[in-house]
């Protein structure tokens, strides 16, 4: 899904950014006052946008339909209020990857749309990085599904300049995400190193997608305090032009003579990571190769081959066994009402719509976005989800820090190995 060049995509987010500090919201905001309360005459409107194409669009229609179920079980009201949902892809139909120049004309429609209350979005972080800047210009409070680059929610070393501010010209925060940042999920990475016995790490970060590759720097940072030594690291490879494995041959070789044990990637799925996969299994066969959950889509993890026998995931998505008893009813519902079993993402995008409609009852029906954020940050408390039970902090993280190891198996298929928790 993270197939666009990365020069042409920062050099937007950062136009966009200037636009909207710029015009602080220009005319193409929205009229809705926190003096408006909802009433049977109009309708509110969740937004939603996210890669409905692509080779992961199954994970992603999961999602959506997630979203609907819960809005229909709902009976799309929540007290006075009538809430409707308004869904957009942002994958490109040439590509099936998000487009920027997408996400941003759905971002841009759902802060000058009057009737809209959130959006939901997007998944992955660079498109989330393009519409978070628009859509905060207007108060709109935005959830992601997904997103877990550290810099939307707080500053930190493997965080690019400025952030999060540079999203947040409306001089608060108007962000939340149902996974953990990638700072946990770098901690969950090292412990899980730590369990299958990896003890010298090679990390590898890709220069061509900073919103996928912070991840590289927040392991190299913790992986000495975890028991991991880190005998080399390279924030400089290139997936997005190096996509032959006799390119990542040099790196290989660093990583052998380090008598590395184990390898890190931070960077998008795509042939460049295919490559870099290929060919440290082939010049380091024992070694155990790492990959974030933004790795962790069917068409990167089926097109391993010899190298999936030594790759090693770590994902906030957990086995059904492992969620709330409500999480199993929903997956029943899903299948009654749609004929096929949910995967795992339908979670997500369900709880994200209760987050919300949750939002406007603790509002007191009150719709204008300082009442809605107030709402949502202040008054929302703990939650009892199908996700689990959380807690959304007013910086926007969320409380759960549970991941599961995987090994990956025949097919691409993840094959559970152990639970880590964080903290």
């Known amino acids: ?239 997005e032009t190096n996509t032959q494995p006799q390119g990542y041959a040099p790196y290989a070789l660093q990583a052998r003579a380090a008598r590395a044990d184990a390898v890190v990637l931070g960077g998008r799925p795509g042939p460049g990571a295919l490559a870099l996969f290929a060919e440290m299994h082939a010049m380091l066969p024992h070694a155990k190769l790492f990959a974030p959950s933004t790795l962790a889509t069917p068409w990167f993890l089926s097109r391993l081959g010899d190298a999936a026998a030594s790759t090693y995931v770590t994902s906030p998505i957990l086995g059904w066994w492992q969620y709330p008893a409500s999480a199993r009813r929903m997956k029943r519902d899903y299948h009654r009402r749609f004929g096929i079993w949910p995967t795992k993402y339908a979670l997500y995008g369900y709880e994200a719509v209760e987050d919300v409609l949750a939002a406007i009852q603790h509002a007191d029906y009150q719709t204008g976005p300082a009442a809605l954020l107030r709402a949502f940050f202040e008054h929302l408390g703990r939650r009892r989800g199908v996700i689990g039970d959380y807690t959304i902090y007013p910086d926007g993280n969320i409380s759960l820090s549970r991941f599961d190891g995987y090994r990956v198996g025949a097919g691409g298929k993840l094959v559970y190995v152990m639970p880590v928790p964080v903290g």
Not at 6 to 31: M, N
Not at 54 to 80: C, I
Not at 88 to 102: C, E, H, I, T, V
Not at 167 to 184: C, E, K
Request: charge should be negative; include cysteine; charged fraction near 15%.
């Open 1 to 239: 899904m993270r197939t666009l060049r990365t020069a042409r995509r920062v050099a937007l987010v950062l136009a966009i950014g200037a636009i909207v500090t710029g015009c602080g919201g220009g005319s193409g905001s929205r009229a809705r006052t926190d003096a408006h309360s909802c009433g049977s005459s109009h309708w509110l409107t969740i937004y939603s946008d996210l890669p409905l194409a692509g080779s992961d669009r199954f994970d992603m229609t999961s999602m959506y339909n997630g979203e609907w179920l819960a809005l229909h079980q709902a009976g799309k009201h929540v007290g006075p209020c009538r809430v409707q949902l308004e869904s957009y892809s942002d994958a490109a139909a040439s590509s099936g990857s998000w487009d920027p120049g997408l996400t941003e004309q759905v971002a841009r429609r759902a802060s000058s749309d009057p009737s809209a209350i959130a959006y939901i979005g997007d998944f992955d972080s660079g498109a989330t990085a393009t519409s978070l800047q628009i859509t905060d210009a207007s108060d709109t409070l935005q959830i992601s599904p997904w997103s877990p680059y550290v810099g939307f929610t707080g500053a930190g070393p493997a965080d690019d300049e400025g952030d999060p501010a540079r999203y947040q010209s409306s001089g608060h925060n108007t962000f939340a995400r149902l996974v953990p940042s990638d700072y946990t999920q770098a901690q969950a990475t090292i412990d899980f190193m730590a369990r299958e016995g990896a003890t010298r790490l090679f990390v590898l970060g890709d220069v061509s997608d900073p919103f996928d590759a912070d991840i590289a720097q927040l392991i190299a940072n913790g992986a000495p305090a975890g028991g991991v030594t880190v005998v080399g690291y390279n924030a400089t490879i290139n997936l």
